[in-house]
């Protein structure tokens, strides 16, 4: 299993680290479990004579039968005959042995760096995460740090929490048994520290102790098996050959399967291969799926974590829970360094720098990134390092690659590669990988780009490998990075690198253009304009932080950092300038401010921030309906509002000038223009804001994207049934996680009354509709009673 904080390190204990490698547990005692006068001659009991033959017994209640402190010793009562002690015995010690198996391998949380010998205890270093129940059918492609900056203001307090060791426990209401879950977040925000605690926590008795086992597998071993046949015993005793002396299939016995990272999955998920016999062998794919959709051992609970991209890869009738985990909110990022760091002083210092620098502290939403942070942070303040602390992004990467280029966990290892050598060569498995949309590799990849396994090992803050061995079927090594981002950067200064010293402009030979025609690249400059345009090409922003890095390691702070790894680099002769002039051209012509973000960003990466200054000036006059904007400075105004400290509560009143006659754009212009921010806040307040139909028009596309939005307020508008029927519309998305619709006084008659019950019987979110003071008569009443009597509809409040 991976640590989602360090995303891909093995975990480490007892002195070792455990990449799945388990020693022969220990062989049962059959002696401690009877006396010798019980070893030929069976205990009787009342009822039941020995006849030499023993059927399987039926198992025991796990509430009546056992405590929680029994619960891997079975106890048979009066009225059986014990003609198999031994087995029972052997089963019992089995159980144990791989409780105990199960602790030892979860109780350490590896982030990256710990030396051997000196892990973390995860009870010691775990930080709550918000996990909250969401729908099967939202699925988000965009590039997950872009995710992670427009929504890391989401009021996660008001959702309802779920805890990981609650994840099969049904919310209050909720009166279905959930069989199979599916986790879904984004990369590095903690999907499998929590099924780790899950685990801990069943193993050390203390919660969930009405599961017999637990099974924790990782897709990215299991795609090693993608070409063997076997039955399900068989699979389980590759990974846990305790289970040779177990019944883990019998009657009564509640069994829990883990399967994490389905974003990594390579094998074929056909759910229409159908298989029911336990005993009857198959391909490791077609076992997963039947397990999964319950044809396979249909007691059995599975928990599946998966990247969101990757979640529909399960069919969604084959999933009984959605859930979601969203990180840290900003209590939670502190409470992390604090709990991380020993000395509070330097943790505070820490918190200082990060809140300093209000794109970094974004990040921070992301566990893995408040180890990266901690990481560099805590070694330049505590050793006084010169250079300065990172204030961007770039920055933070380039000390993180310089502090692990230095760890080498094999202290005696002798030197075959020089440091240059082997960081272009994980660049170049970086940028190759980031172009396929790998995560992980295995050794054949490696290979390609001329790494030896060995080599990579030792490099293991940047390239880790988790590798089973003897395992009887397989033996198969696999290799990823610590964290996407760690590729990101790598790809980049792979890119850079390659051009500045070979003159290689590998862009342009990996990346297809949908351009006729290319130009060629001579400066530096050259190569940001492809690198901008390759990303801007992008559907789903999948080179957003790769252009991010590329264009701020071409800053002479980032050469100087650099010189001490790659004694090669030579300063670059870069025009910002140019770069900076191409880039606000490049914001003018896009049409879509959201899209423009990622352009801001790497405007900060280069230092620039004279757009975000200009705008912060204006908002700050107030009154943007009277001032006159260029397309580029109202990319800026929504950068600037999107990264502010607070997104919760959007009010279009604060951006309207109060003298009407001043105004150069309606209310529903403004409105349009700020669009990306109200779908990125959870409350919209546009009471008495002169709305009409074509601000709902907006409003409506708001409501069937992938937006916050829970509470709309358009009180005193006078918007019509023009208005609501466009709202409507938008309301019918499945998308749509409307709550809370106020419409008072907005000249609503009946037909527009038939809009709203059409939406009502197809939006499941909506809780409150107040619809005071508008124009209804008894037909608009009919129809919306009609639907309140419809067991679909949710509404609990009609004004």
């Known amino acids: 299993m991976k640590s989602d904080w360090s995303m891909d390190h093995p975990i480490k204990f007892s002195g070792h680290t455990d990449p799945g490698i388990r020693p022969d547990p220990p062989e049962p005692s059959c002696v401690s479990m009877k006396s010798d006068q019980s070893m030929d001659h069976p205990i009787k009991f009342s009822g039941h004579t020995d006849h030499g033959f023993r059927p399987d017994p039926p198992e025991p209640s796990c509430v009546s039968m056992k405590s929680d402190r029994s619960m891997d010793c079975p106890i048979k009562f009066s009225g059986h005959t014990d003609h198999g002690f031994s087995r029972d015995a052997q089963h019992a010690e089995a159980v144990k042995t791989f409780r105990s198996n199960v602790r030892k391998k979860f109780e350490c949380l590896c982030e990256g760096t710990a030396k ?425 922003g999948h080179l957003d932080l790769f252009l991010r890095f590329l264009l701020g390691l071409s800053r002479e702070s980032n050469q100087m950092l650099l010189k001490t790894l790659l004694t090669d680099v030579r300063n670059i002769s870069l025009s910002k300038r140019k770069t900076v002039e191409y880039i606000k051209t490049r914001i003018r012509m896009n049409p879509s401010p959201e899209k423009s973000l990622n352009l801001f960003h790497c405007l900060n990466e280069l230092g620039d921030h004279s757009l975000v200054n200009e705008i912060q000036e204006c908002l700050r006059s107030g009154g943007l309906s009277s001032t006159r904007l260029s397309s580029s400075q109202w990319s800026a105004v929504v950068f600037v509002l999107l990264t502010s400290e607070s997104l919760d509560e959007f009010q279009l009143e604060k951006y309207m000038s109060n003298n009407q006659d001043q105004n150069l754009m309606t209310p529903d212009e403004l409105l349009q223009k700020l669009l990306p921010v109200v779908k990125a806040s959870r409350s919209a307040q546009l009471e008495r804001c002169n709305i009409t139909a074509e601000g709902c028009a907006a409003l409506a596309s708001a409501l069937r994207s992938n937006s916050h939005l829970r509470e709309l307020e358009l009180t005193g508008n006078k918007i019509g049934d023009e208005g609501v029927t466009l709202l409507s519309d938008g309301l019918k998305d499945p998308h749509c996680k409307l709550e809370t619709l106020r419409l008072r006084s907005c000249n609503i008659t009946d037909e527009g009354c038939a809009a709203l019950a059409s939406a009502l019987r197809s939006n499941s979110h909506l809780r409150e509709l107040d619809l005071t003071d508008n124009i209804i008569g008894d037909k608009g009443v009919t129809l919306l009673s009609d639907e309140l009597k419809d067991p679909h509809c949710k509404l609990e409040t009609l004004g």
Request: net charge negative.
């Open 116 to 540: 051997q010998g000196s892990p973390t205890l995860l009870n010691e270093i775990y930080t709550e995460l918000y996990i909250t129940e969401s729908d099967c059918g939202e699925i988000n492609n965009e590039h997950e740090v872009r995710q992670i900056e427009t929504q890391s203001r989401r009021a996660v307090t008001e959702d309802t929490q779920i805890k990981c060791t609650d994840i099969f426990r049904p919310l209050p209401g909720q009166d279905k048994p959930i069989r199979t879950v599916l986790t879904k977040g984004v990369a590095g925000i903690g999907k499998t520290v929590s099924v780790q605690k899950f685990i801990l926590d069943w193993a050390e008795e203390k919660e969930n102790q009405d599961i017999q086992l637990i099974f924790p597998l990782a897709f990215r071993e299991l795609n090693l098996m993608k070409d063997k046949t076997l039955s399900l015993s068989d699979l389980l005793q590759v990974f846990f050959p305790e289970t040779k002396e177990m019944k883990p299939f019998s009657d009564g016995y509640k069994v829990v399967f883990v399967f994490d990272g389905l974003d990594e999955c390579r094998l074929s998920l056909d759910f229409n291969v159908k298989l029911c016999n336990i005993s009857e062998s198959a391909s490791v794919d077609v076992l997963l799926t039947n397990l999964i959709a319950g044809n396979l051992l249909p007691s059995a609970l599975i928990w599946i974590t998966s990247r969101p991209a990757a979640a529909d890869l399960v069919p969604s009738e084959c999933v009984h829970r959605v859930t979601e985990v969203r990180g840290f909110n900003e209590p939670q990022k502190e409470e992390y360094f604090r709990r991380r760091i020993r000395d509070q002083s330097l943790a505070d210092k820490i918190i200082s720098h990060l809140k300093s620098s209000r794109s970094l502290f974004i990040m921070c939403h992301i566990p893995v990134f408040c180890w990266i942070s901690a990481t560099v942070l805590e070694k330049i303040l505590s050793e006084a390092e010169s250079g300065g602390l990172p204030k961007t992004l770039t920055q933070m990467y380039t000390h993180f690659l310089i502090i692990q280029s230095n760890i080498k966990h094999e202290k005696d290892y002798k030197k075959k590669v020089k440091d240059e050598d082997m960081i272009l060569k994980l660049g170049t498995l970086a940028f190759q990988q980031l172009v396929k949309g790998n995560l992980i590799f295995y050794e054949e990849d490696l290979r390609e780009c001329g790494i030896d396994e060995t080599e990579a090992s030792v490099y293991s803050g940047l390239c880790t490998q988790i590798f089973r061995e003897e395992l009887g079927l397989y033996q198969g090594k696999v290799f990823c990075f610590v964290h996407l981002s760690i590729q990101e950067h790598l790809a980049a200064l792979y890119v850079l690198l390659s051009f500045l010293l070979d003159k290689r402009d590998v862009l342009n030979e990996n990346l297809t253009s949908k351009h006729a025609h290319e130009f060629t690249c001579h400066t530096i400059s050259d190569l940001h304009q492809r690198a901008v345009d390759k990303a801007l090409q992008s559907r789903n």
